[in-house]
């Protein structure tokens, strides 16, 4: 019976784990679109739909998306909060007058998945915007 719950209670870990946005990375997130535009507010609800969104890009809809994907060595040891700085710094430069242009109040949210492979590290990422209307 202890087994059973001890494995129950890493699964959910696991699954939260998974499931929440890790706090250094979603700094950088919000950092990076601070940068750019002071007048856009973080929405938790977009943040869980760009989960959704890496898991089924066409389940969600958005009314602007900057995707990012990047590759490092597997013995890379810098924080995770520096890889999604590293992986979007370049994206958000691309979009700097799309992300500017943005109305006040409109809202965002980002999210990740962070693979580990035998050979790499996998960082896929995203960031949603709905504009106010």
Same mark, same amino acid.
């Given at each position: 019976?202890?087994?059973?719950?001890?494995?129950?209670?890493?699964?959910?870990?696991?699954?939260?784990?998974?499931?929440?946005?890790?706090?250094?990375?979603?700094?950088?997130?919000?950092?990076l679109n601070v940068?750019?535009?002071?007048?856009?507010?973080?929405?938790?609800?977009?943040?869980?739909?760009?989960?959704?969104?890496?898991?089924? =890009?066409?389940?969600?809809?958005?009314?602007?998306?900057?995707?990012?994907?990047?590759?490092? =060595?597997?013995?890379?040891?810098?924080?995770?909060?520096?890889?999604?700085?590293?992986? *979007?710094?370049?994206? *958000?430069?691309?979009?700097?007058?799309?992300?500017?242009?943005? =109305?006040?109040?409109?809202?965002?949210?980002?999210?990740?998945?962070?693979?580990?492979?035998?050979?790499q590290q996998i960082?896929?990422?995203?960031?949603?915007?709905?504009?106010?209307?």
């Amino acid at each position: 019976m202890l087994l059973i719950f001890t494995v129950l209670a890493c699964f959910l870990l696991n699954v939260a784990s998974y499931e929440t946005l890790n706090g250094q990375a979603k700094s950088a997130f919000k950092e990076l679109n601070v940068i750019l535009n002071r007048k856009i507010d973080w929405s938790d609800e977009l943040e869980k739909m760009a989960l959704e969104y890496l898991k089924s =890009p066409t389940s969600v809809k958005a009314d602007m998306i900057i995707k990012g994907k990047k590759t490092f =060595p597997k013995d890379d040891s810098s924080s995770l909060g520096m890889k999604t700085w590293d992986t *979007f710094d370049g994206r *958000f430069k691309k979009n700097e007058k799309k992300v500017r242009n943005l =109305p006040e109040g409109s809202k965002y949210g980002c999210n990740l998945i962070f693979k580990t492979t035998a050979k790499q590290q996998i960082l896929t990422g995203v960031c949603l915007y709905n504009k106010k209307k």
